[in-house]
């Protein structure tokens, strides 16, 4: 049972370049979502979904594109990197929103 | 918008004394309560849950907490920490209605010898 996992785990980018981050998740959670974790400022959700083909805007998604076209993956899509877009983003999956969070390792983004 | 404050950004505790992490939240409703632990370069795991019920909550690695609906607090507790107890620990708050986690900023906890 691998969980939630996430690649990749370290990523550096220019400014200006798109990538996606990937998340899949075996446990046939209905509810996936994505955060980001800045230092002092805990952790902030960016998109999430309550199911396949439904996704919705968090705290913070701009610069952000999200699908969700199976129940087992949620990529994460930066469509221009910026500078402030450098963080640690981590997948979590629940089988109900509010429910225990399971959480990926996480994937360490560096924008140049 | 429920929100969540930890007030305590780090906190030193000798190994073998007890803990307390603070946490406040603001929800308008009854709360769904959460204490998430992060060791270094790890994701998140759940130490403990308060949906209803008990007020005083059992959770993994002899961890409990308190829910004080008077106060909107829900302080994380242990009697005796150990060295592997350094880590960083988030209170989080859930919204049943929109379905999401508002976590709090996190309190670093270190554990000196």
């Known amino acids: 049972n691998a969980g939630v996992t996430q690649t990749p785990k370290f990523q550096v980018l220019k400014t200006g370049q798109s990538m996606t981050l990937q998340c899949a998740q075996d446990m046939n959670h209905e509810y996936m979502s994505w955060y980001r974790q800045d230092p002092g400022m805990g952790l902030r959700l960016i998109h999430y979904?309550?199911?396949?083909?439904?996704?919705d805007q968090g705290e913070v998604p701009n610069g952000y594109n999200v699908s969700r076209s199976t129940t087992e993956d949620f990529p994460l899509r930066l469509l221009s990197a910026a500078p402030s877009q450098t963080s640690v983003y981590f997948c979590?999956?629940?089988?109900?929103?509010?429910?225990?969070?399971?959480f990926g390792p996480g994937t360490r983004l560096t924008v140049t | 918008a429920q929100s969540v404050t930890q007030p305590d950004i780090h906190i030193t505790v000798s190994e073998g004394a007890s803990l307390e992490l603070r946490c406040n939240y603001s929800y308008g409703a009854t709360p769904y309560l959460f204490w998430y632990v992060q060791s270094p370069g790890q994701g998140l795991q759940l130490l403990l849950k308060y949906f209803s019920g008990d007020t005083l909550v059992q959770g993994i690695k002899g961890f409990e907490a308190e829910f004080k609906r008077s106060q909107s607090s829900f302080n994380l507790r242990k009697p005796s920490v150990h060295w592997s107890d350094a880590a960083e620990y988030f209170c989080a708050v859930g919204d049943f209605g929109n379905e999401k986690l508002t976590f709090g900023t996190g309190t670093r906890l270190t554990i000196i010898p």
């Open positions: 979904s309550v199911g396949a083909g439904i996704t």
């Open positions: 979590a999956s629940s089988p109900t929103g509010v429910g225990e969070q399971y």
